[in-house]
């Protein structure tokens, strides 16, 4: 249960699903997020704990809170799966683990993912480890999708929107200073299994201990032909939380491990032995009464990734046998003002984020050099020691002019320094460093850093039409510097531009929110007028990808709506981009066609049964260069259901993918393992059971 300032209270009588598994079991009502409540600010969407009674749940048009569809499905296998039920978000395949998140056709470093503050950079230049893989999602206490840029306070870069997952210290009751958890999933096509446990521990004087512990594993599952999709794997997680929180002061130390093995990949031409994630962050706050400052809070964190990618200990090997361990370390921090004079409250701001990646290929005739990582098999510096630092400062205030109208304000600026420590090394196995790739397509060396001064910043006006209706327009100007791929890699086939200039985005957006009582609808339109897109160009050198800067163009419209009566729910979305790259007249590659869902249930007491339909049009504005190629539409039936079996305790069932539907997410990749294969498919009819309960 949330108690009136928002925290959790640990009561047997109350429960909260975990992340991948939730569950809206019936709403009471649709509260319309009000414009204090989209327009960036602090006051951020609840994802709520599941209760005997409904939970009321808001959904806003630029901002919306995990799980406002009433459906479940088949146990996630990560983040950027279970992200995919959220309107407006979908996701990339290449195998069973580590899909990439896309929202307005945006992804990868166009996108923040920020767990409770800390960053992480995945370890592998192809993404099998996207932040999604391994974030905390089920640790989670706020889960916060922003489509488009909608705060300054974000950090730098994230043109295209931010997942944000927030925690709250817990609250117990003096009788209860001890709560447990336990989740789990198990689905029949692929044998997954999913447990989650955590624990909540009162040590007395505001001081708490929380715990937590998963275990994911996966066999290939079987598309709608009954084909086996190589998509496999292991994954086990653990975290440790030693808090304080009493008197307006809030202080935690987390400590978080998460290791992946055995991942396959049929959309690569590796797949992933390990990848190792370890992230520290200190996080806190304290609330003030000295004049306009009310609160400073800030965090630090640092997170560790070690990732290792092979073509023979999982798959049959070649004629050559090629292996790439590497890391990626990122730290920083941040501190935060908040202020209040008159009808403003502000935010001010210090962030610091910096990442530094390193990646070696090693290949040989046989497998004992490379996994013995010969330096005299070393033939590409694929990440050459590179180092992108950046150090921001904003402000953020939110006026309220009138009883009808808000205003909202942001400036940000962003120094970045970037370095490639190793670009002058030669590898002991190849006569070339990074620099000679670099200056054989780009006429320049990586041994000088390279700066940049970016400026961004937004205006947003919320007004309210009536008691029940708000319409908001917002421009924003955001500004996302090149990552170490597309800025260092050094790969025969496949090297980064130096000099690539920063990503400036313009975006208008334009939405309409309303609350009819047992209904809701919102909408939002948007344009997005893209300076210096980061093109990765696989059509003008052939057999090299390269990168280079174009000017680019991203539109698209986003509805959604509900309507509630009698134990009935229903609900509906729909997602529409279009991306073109108006310096070559080309489509952009990697845009999601129309799709969305539309879900019925009905529920009464303890149970909920329902159906959900999944579906998205063909796609054929495509870039030929770099998408598989068109895909043709489909549409999948999902049934699902919950029973509580007591106060305590949620059984949740249902089928995915009912018809046994064979079909691909258009932006999966090639299945480059099974030429028979398309794309990597979806995954074909699966049933699935899970459990939860807290005591």
Same mark, same amino acid.
């Given at each position: 249960?949330?108690?009136?300032?928002?925290?959790?209270?640990?009561?047997?009588?109350?429960?909260?699903?975990?992340?991948?598994?939730?569950?809206?079991?019936?709403?009471?009502?649709?509260?319309?997020?009000?414009?204090?409540?989209?327009?960036?600010?602090?006051?951020? &969407?609840?994802?709520?704990?599941?209760?005997?009674?409904?939970?009321?749940?808001?959904?806003?048009?630029?901002?919306?809170?995990?799980?406002?569809?009433?459906?479940?499905?088949?146990?996630?296998?990560?983040?950027?799966?279970?992200?995919?039920?959220?309107?407006?978000?979908?996701?990339?395949?290449?195998?069973?683990?580590?899909?990439?998140?896309?929202?307005?056709?945006?992804?990868?470093?166009?996108?923040?993912?920020?767990?409770?503050?800390?960053?992480?950079?995945?370890?592998?230049?192809?993404?099998?480890?996207?932040?999604?893989?391994?974030?905390?999602?089920?640790?989670?206490?706020?889960?916060?999708?922003?489509?488009?840029?909608?705060?300054?306070?974000?950090?730098?870069?994230?043109?295209?929107?931010?997942?944000?997952?927030?925690?709250?210290?817990?609250?117990?009751?003096?009788?209860?200073?001890?709560?447990?958890?336990?989740?789990?999933?198990?689905?029949?096509?692929?044998?997954?299994?999913?447990?989650?446990?955590?624990?909540?521990?009162?040590?007395?004087?505001?001081?708490?201990?929380?715990?937590?512990?998963? &275990?994911?594993?996966?066999?290939?599952?079987?598309?709608?032909?009954?084909?086996?999709?190589?998509?496999?794997?292991?994954?086990?997680?653990? /975290?440790?939380?030693?808090?304080?929180?009493?008197?307006?002061?809030?202080?935690?130390?987390?400590?978080?491990?998460?290791?992946?093995?055995?991942?396959?990949?049929?959309?690569?031409?590796?797949?992933?032995?390990?990848?190792?994630?370890?992230?520290? @962050?200190?996080?806190?706050?304290?609330?003030?009464?000295?004049?306009?400052?009310?609160?400073?809070?800030?965090?630090?964190?640092?997170?560790?990734?070690?990732?290792?990618?092979?073509?023979?200990?999982?798959?049959?090997?070649?004629?050559?046998?090629?292996?790439?361990?590497?890391?990626?370390?990122?730290?920083?921090?941040?501190?935060?003002?908040?202020?209040?004079?008159?009808?403003?409250?502000?935010?001010?701001?210090?962030?610091?984020?910096?990442?530094?990646?390193?990646?070696?290929?090693?290949?040989?005739?046989?497998?004992?050099?490379?996994?013995?990582?010969?330096?005299?098999?070393?033939?590409?510096?694929?990440?050459?020691?590179?180092?992108?630092?950046?150090?921001?400062?904003?402000?953020?205030?939110?006026?309220?002019?009138?009883?009808?109208?808000?205003?909202?304000?942001?400036?940000?600026?962003?120094?970045?320094?970037?370095?490639?420590?190793?670009?002058?090394?030669?590898?002991?196995?190849?006569?070339?460093?990074?620099?000679?790739?670099?200056?054989?397509?780009?006429?320049?060396?990586?041994?000088?850093?390279?700066?940049?001064?970016?400026?961004?910043?937004?205006?947003?006006?919320?007004?309210?039409?009536?008691?029940?209706?708000?319409?908001?327009? /917002?421009?924003?100007?955001?500004?996302?510097?090149?990552?170490?791929?597309?800025?260092?890699?050094?790969?025969?086939?496949?090297?980064?531009?130096?000099?690539?200039?920063?990503?400036?985005?313009?975006?208008?957006?334009?939405?309409?929110? @309303?609350?009819?009582?047992?209904?809701?609808?919102?909408?939002?339109?948007?344009?997005?007028?893209?300076?210096?897109?980061?093109?990765?160009?696989?059509?003008?050198?052939?057999?090299?990808?390269?990168?280079?800067?174009?000017?680019?163009?991203?539109?698209?419209?986003?509805?959604?709506?509900?309507?509630?009566?009698?134990?009935?729910?229903?609900?509906?979305?729909?997602?529409?981009?279009?991306?073109?790259?108006?310096?070559?007249?080309?489509?952009?590659?990697?845009?999601?066609?129309?799709?969305?869902?539309?879900?019925?249930?009905?529920?009464?007491?303890?149970?909920?049964?329902?159906?959900?339909?999944?579906?998205?049009?063909?796609?054929?504005?495509?870039?030929?260069?770099?998408?598989?190629?068109?895909?043709?539409?489909?549409?999948?039936?999902?049934?699902?259901?919950?029973?509580?079996?007591?106060?305590?305790?949620?059984?949740?069932?249902?089928?995915?993918?009912?018809?046994?539907?064979?079909?691909?997410?258009?932006?999966?990749?090639?299945?480059?393992?099974?030429?028979?294969?398309?794309?990597?498919?979806?995954?074909?009819?699966?049933?699935?059971?899970?459990?939860?309960?807290?005591?």
């Amino acid at each position: 249960m949330l108690t009136s300032n928002g925290k959790k209270m640990n009561n047997t009588k109350y429960m909260r699903l975990s992340a991948y598994a939730i569950l809206m079991s019936s709403l009471s009502s649709i509260a319309m997020a009000q414009a204090t409540e989209t327009n960036g600010n602090e006051e951020a &969407y609840q994802l709520p704990d599941i209760i005997v009674e409904a939970p009321e749940e808001t959904i806003g048009a630029s901002k919306v809170v995990l799980g406002d569809q009433p459906m479940m499905s088949t146990p996630a296998a990560d983040g950027g799966e279970f992200l995919r039920a959220v309107p407006g978000v979908t996701s990339g395949r290449m195998g069973g683990h580590g899909l990439e998140l896309v929202i307005r056709g945006q992804s990868q470093n166009q996108l923040n993912i920020i767990d409770s503050g800390s960053f992480t950079f995945g370890g592998c230049p192809n993404r099998m480890d996207p932040p999604a893989a391994t974030a905390g999602i089920s640790r989670a206490d706020k889960i916060i999708v922003e489509r488009g840029y909608q705060s300054v306070t974000n950090g730098p870069g994230g043109s295209g929107g931010a997942v944000i997952l927030e925690r709250e210290a817990p609250e117990f009751e003096d009788s209860d200073p001890l709560s447990f958890g336990l989740s789990t999933g198990l689905a029949s096509n692929s044998g997954k299994i999913n447990v989650n446990g955590d624990f909540s521990l009162d040590l007395g004087q505001g001081f708490y201990l929380e715990g937590y512990a998963g &275990y994911k594993t996966a066999d290939d599952y079987k598309d709608g032909d009954s084909n086996s999709v190589r998509s496999s794997y292991d994954q086990k997680s653990a /975290g440790l939380t030693f808090g304080y929180e009493s008197n307006g002061v809030d202080l935690a130390f987390d400590i978080e491990r998460d290791q992946v093995e055995d991942a396959l990949f049929p959309g690569a031409g590796m797949d992933s032995p390990l990848s190792d994630t370890s992230i520290y @962050r200190l996080r806190g706050g304290v609330d003030l009464d000295a004049g306009i400052l009310r609160r400073i809070e800030g965090n630090l964190f640092l997170s560790e990734v070690e990732h290792v990618m092979d073509n023979f200990t999982l798959r049959p090997a070649g004629m050559m046998y090629a292996r790439t361990p590497t890391t990626s370390d990122t730290h920083g921090g941040k501190i935060e003002a908040h202020l209040e004079f008159g009808a403003t409250k502000a935010k001010v701001g210090l962030d610091v984020v910096s990442n530094n990646r390193m990646a070696t290929l090693y290949s040989a005739m046989a497998a004992a050099p490379v996994l013995a990582e010969n330096p005299a098999v070393a033939r590409f510096l694929m990440w050459p020691d590179v180092t992108i630092s950046q150090t921001g400062l904003y402000g953020e205030t939110i006026t309220t002019l009138s009883d009808r109208t808000t205003l909202t304000l942001g400036a940000r600026y962003d120094y970045v320094k970037a370095t490639a420590g190793a670009a002058s090394t030669v590898p002991g196995g190849s006569a070339t460093s990074p620099n000679t790739f670099y200056t054989m397509y780009y006429g320049t060396t990586f041994n000088d850093a390279r700066t940049e001064h970016n400026l961004g910043g937004l205006a947003r006006i919320d007004y309210a039409l009536s008691a029940d209706s708000n319409l908001f327009v /917002g421009l924003s100007r955001s500004v996302r510097t090149a990552d170490a791929t597309e800025r260092a890699m050094a790969k025969s086939n496949w090297v980064g531009n130096p000099n690539i200039a920063p990503e400036k985005h313009h975006q208008l957006d334009l939405g309409y929110e @309303r609350d009819g009582g047992n209904w809701s609808f919102n909408a939002a339109v948007y344009a997005d007028k893209v300076n210096d897109y980061i093109l990765r160009d696989q059509f003008s050198v052939a057999g090299v990808t390269t990168y280079r800067n174009v000017d680019a163009f991203l539109t698209g419209v986003e509805v959604n709506g509900s309507w509630t009566k009698g134990g009935w729910l229903v609900m509906a979305d729909a997602t529409y981009t279009r991306g073109k790259n108006e310096t070559d007249g080309r489509d952009l590659a990697q845009i999601p066609p129309l799709m969305g869902s539309i879900s019925m249930s009905y529920g009464e007491n303890a149970w909920r049964a329902g159906g959900r339909i999944n579906w998205a049009t063909a796609q054929s504005k495509i870039d030929p260069a770099r998408d598989p190629g068109a895909t043709p539409g489909y549409a999948t039936l999902d049934l699902f259901g919950s029973y509580e079996l007591n106060q305590n305790t949620v059984l949740l069932a249902g089928v995915d993918n009912v018809f046994d539907k064979t079909y691909a997410n258009h932006l999966s990749r090639t299945n480059v393992f099974d030429p028979g294969m398309f794309q990597v498919n979806e995954p074909g009819r699966t049933l699935y059971i899970g459990l939860e309960t807290r005591f």
